[in-house]
């Protein structure tokens, strides 16, 4: 009997280390006014708060410097609080490199300049979902309890030039091979920027690696937003399936190959996507591509619009009723199109991740006048949240498809691995059942391999189209508010006049654009011009709609021929 009773105590014990081993920090995600990721973090000593993007493009930890300012850059100076960080507040603070300037341009066209630092990090939203546990090990502590997870003697940029960007970046991708722009180059800086790589080499996680949820984000861009402290997690080095529905499905990262020096930087997250579809609310579905289309995606948190084959945004157009402004550079579509029930999917092989139409869509409203684009018939008007790829010379799945999905990015290994992100309240089902596991050995837990054999690489060099091929939809606001083209389906109008403006990115993140350009790659456009799935098409509502279709028709095979 004692013997059974030791063997059931040695148990528990091993059971107990086992689930320990298997912890690992989650980060809470909150959303900005903006509808960008964040996490809250702390800055040196004292604490300095810092709200960072989560940012999957960039290797880069980054902060906006306080230097002009010296009535807070100063010791005991209480500047605590804001997006700025002091290096002379903190008692901490190194500056690195002799004060080397670096000038940072990168592939998402954002570009920083400034000075390397080392200081202590902290962040104030960490979790443990399992036992709670106290870990201190070289420079990084967590503790769940409190949470709390600090990571000592981390190095960063403090950037001096920023362009309107105004809060920092917390890096997540990998190294950059870049000789062309040396001081990008990541053999300009060691371990110690690397978030994740800091975090490895302290034994806090096994392999250079994360998972991202954030479908806790339940507001759509429709209306307001407001900003939310918990919208999801970031996960350090490990994987929980109460995150995910269906299978989680790993690819191996698609290279970046650099045009000027021909070098590839593996540290992306760029996957295989071969098939964009648009399905109703009775599961009817549409392929908006053609039965050979496959291209590199780059996973992008920190964009709020996708860029997407201009042949894909015009069968979207189609099927939405969708009317191009050349004034506003947006396509404008009723918001009641958000209330069907229709899903955008997009197929990565043997992977299907639907986004809801509704996450495609923008406000019109402008904050100073309290008013919004309309149509004629009342109805307001959204933004689709969709640019053609020319304006950033490679494709792009932005915040409406990551929202939508749960990824996974092993940089050690080169692996990425997504799945269709779990509902809030099924993750609440499964969180006494599901079991995290870490990610290790080159191996992401519970993933299947993808069944894409083809070999591909992303490069910014796309092939130029006339800058007039979209004069068949261009459109002029009149001074009192109505939007007029002398076409009949453009026939517009608001209750009052809205500053016409050029779209960004990011919010209010306004960066520079390429200006490469590409059509779409679809062929099939003239066989799929009348709308087939009957709950976007309201004949009623919406007369314009044939003639814009023949029209979009006529633009594409303009396209076809440059």
Request: proline share 4%; hydrophobic share 35%.
């Amino acid at each position: 009997m004692i013997k059974i009773l030791l063997s059931l105590v040695f148990l528990s014990l091993a059971q107990l280390v086992h689930s320990n081993k298997d912890e690992t920090p989650h980060i809470i995600v909150g959303r900005d006014y903006s509808g960008l990721y964040y996490v809250n973090t702390t800055f040196g000593t004292p604490g300095q708060e810092q709200q960072l993007r989560v940012d999957m493009s960039q290797p880069y930890t980054w902060v906006v410097s306080g230097e002009i300012y010296p009535q807070c850059n100063k010791l005991n100076s209480g500047c605590l609080t804001g997006s700025l960080y002091y290096p002379l507040e903190s008692t901490t603070s190194h500056e690195q490199d002799n004060g080397e300037y670096v000038r940072l341009q990168f592939l998402d066209l954002i570009s920083i300049n400034g000075t390397k630092y080392n200081d202590n990090m902290n962040f104030t939203n960490a979790v443990i979902e399992s036992n709670g546990s106290t870990y201190e090990k070289n420079n990084t502590m967590w503790n769940e309890q409190d949470g709390w997870l600090s990571i000592n003697k981390t190095s960063f940029i403090v950037a001096n030039e920023t362009g309107s960007l105004v809060q920092g970046s917390l890096g997540l991708a990998g190294p950059i091979n870049d000789p062309a722009s040396d001081p990008q180059s990541s053999l300009n800086f060691d371990e110690s920027y690397y978030f994740l790589s800091h975090l490895k080499n302290d034994g806090v996680i096994e392999s250079s690696s994360y998972s991202l949820w954030v479908n806790n984000d339940t507001d759509d861009d429709i209306n307001q937003l407001l900003t939310n402290d918990n919208i999801g997690r970031l996960l350090l080095g490990a994987v929980d399936p109460k995150y995910y529905e269906g299978e989680l499905v790993s690819f191996q990262a698609i290279p970046f190959k650099d045009e000027q020096s021909g070098f590839l930087s593996y540290g992306y997250p760029i996957v295989p996507m071969s098939k964009i579809s648009i399905t109703n609310n009775n599961n009817e579905a549409l392929n908006l591509t053609d039965s050979n289309f496959l291209q590199p995606v780059f996973l992008h948190s920190r964009y709020l619009y996708s860029y997407l084959p201009l042949s894909v945004i015009i069968q979207v157009a189609i099927q939405t009723n969708a009317v191009y402004v050349q004034s506003l550079d947006r396509w404008l579509v009723a918001c009641e199109i958000g209330d069907l029930g229709s899903n955008i999917e997009f197929e990565f092989g043997n992977l299907t991740i639907g986004v809801p139409t509704v996450d495609f869509l923008g406000a019109t409203n402008n904050v100073n006048t309290n008013s919004s684009l309309h149509f004629t018939n009342g109805k307001e008007a959204c933004y689709l949240k969709m640019y053609p790829n020319y304006a950033t010379s490679f494709s792009v799945l932005g915040k409406s498809f990551i929202k939508n999905a749960y990824i996974v990015h092993d940089i050690e290994s080169g692996q990425i691995a997504m799945a269709q992100a779990a509902f809030p309240s099924n993750v609440e089902k499964a969180s006494n059942s599901s079991a995290a596991k870490k990610i290790q050995s080159s191996t992401i837990p519970y993933a299947i391999t993808n069944n894409v054999t083809h070999q591909l690489t992303m490069s910014n060099s796309l092939a130029k189209v006339s800058s007039d091929l979209l004069d068949k939809y261009t459109a002029t606001i009149r001074s009192d508010g109505e939007i007029f083209t002398g076409r009949s389906f453009y026939d517009t109008s608001r209750t009052s006049t809205i500053e016409s403006h050029t779209p960004t990115s990011t919010a209010e993140e306004q960066t520079s654009t390429k200006q490469n350009s590409k059509t779409g790659t679809s062929t099939a456009a003239a066989s799929r011009t009348k709308p087939v799935l009957t709950t976007f098409s309201q004949k009623d509502d919406n007369p314009w709609l044939f003639p814009l279709a023949f029209a979009l028709v006529g633009l594409f095979g303009l396209s076809l021929s440059l």
